[in-house]
């Protein structure tokens, strides 16, 4: 293969590889967010999907709605849906979150702890 073809290959599995990890990070937020009590709103008609065409995607935005704090999540390419919530529900979303960050650091920190080769530390620094 010349040198241009596997640049090219390159990058289109690095595209690709983004694309698939962005969609999976799209997945658990979505879940999370369904365990904290959002509702999707499916844009399932042309007016809808143009209007999430327009909003910012994969973000947690906040919106002040007659005086009240809601907040929406906007997926154009997943479920093709906006996630809705109260305060209530983001501040559940929030504790989820950190629920999850701790669970997969101890999950890191055992995983390591258990060293199949029984190495030692000593034997890794003099």
């Given at each position: 293969?010349?040198?241009?073809?596997?640049?090219?290959?390159?990058?289109?599995?690095?595209?690709a590889?983004?694309?698939?990890?962005?969609?999976?990070?799209?997945?658990?937020?979505?879940?999370?967010l369904?365990q904290?009590?959002?509702?999707?709103?499916?844009?399932?008609?042309?007016?809808?999907?143009?209007?999430?065409?327009?909003?910012?995607?994969?973000?947690?935005?906040?919106?002040?709605?007659?005086?009240?704090?809601?907040?929406?999540?906007?997926?154009?390419?997943?479920?093709?849906?906006?996630?809705?919530?109260?305060?209530?529900?983001?501040?559940?979303?929030?504790?989820?979150?950190?629920?999850?960050?701790?669970?997969?650091?101890?999950?890191?920190?055992?995983?390591?702890?258990?060293?199949?080769?029984?190495?030692?530390?000593?034997?890794?620094?003099?």
């Open positions: 293969m010349t040198r241009q073809l596997v640049l090219a290959v390159i990058v289109a599995v690095s595209v590889g983004c694309a698939a990890l962005q969609a999976q990070d799209a997945r658990a937020t979505e879940q999370l369904v904290a009590g959002f509702q999707a709103k499916a844009a399932d008609t042309p007016e809808k999907t143009a209007q999430l065409q327009r909003l910012t995607p994969g973000k947690i935005i906040r919106r002040e709605q007659d005086g009240q704090a809601s907040y929406i999540y906007v997926d154009p390419s997943v479920c093709k849906c906006v996630y809705a919530g109260t305060e209530q529900q983001y501040q559940e979303y929030r504790k989820l979150v950190r629920q999850r960050v701790i669970a997969d650091e101890t999950k890191v920190v055992t995983e390591e702890s258990t060293d199949p080769y029984g190495w030692s530390i000593g034997d890794l620094w003099p």
